[in-house]
């Protein structure tokens, strides 16, 4: 389900999913079909560590990353799971052919 939040979508970006919803900052953005399709790799994520293992997950390898990198921005984009939906984000048929726990060929690669 795609909800409409410019104040539940952190500033700066453009969407955020916590399952089972997709939070868009603003209504045109639900036409973006790579917008779309990085979130709907977030579900499918979120689905395959049984959701509330993804979120700790998640925020374990951001404090791994932002101690790795210094910055947030390159934190966030060398979370395992960002690396996956950034990397496949314009590939629409990704989500047909993608293997459950996706992410973890992103876990151990080099940095973006």
Not at 17 to 33: G, I, N, Q, W, Y
């Amino acid at each position: 389900m795609v909800l409409i939040s410019k104040y539940l979508v952190p500033k700066g970006y453009t969407g955020l999913t916590v399952f089972p919803f997709v939070f868009l900052r603003s209504k045109h953005l639900k036409k973006d079909a790579v917008l779309m399709n990085h979130e709907k790799i977030h579900l499918k994520q979120q689905l395959d560590m049984l959701i509330m293992p993804f979120y700790l997950m998640y925020a374990i390898e951001f404090l791994v990353r932002l101690f790795q990198y210094k910055t947030w921005d390159l934190a966030y984009r060398n979370i395992s799971f960002e690396r996956e939906a950034y990397a496949n984000e314009v590939n629409l048929d990704y989500l047909k052919c993608r293997p459950p726990f996706g992410f973890l060929k992103y876990l151990f690669v080099n940095d973006v």
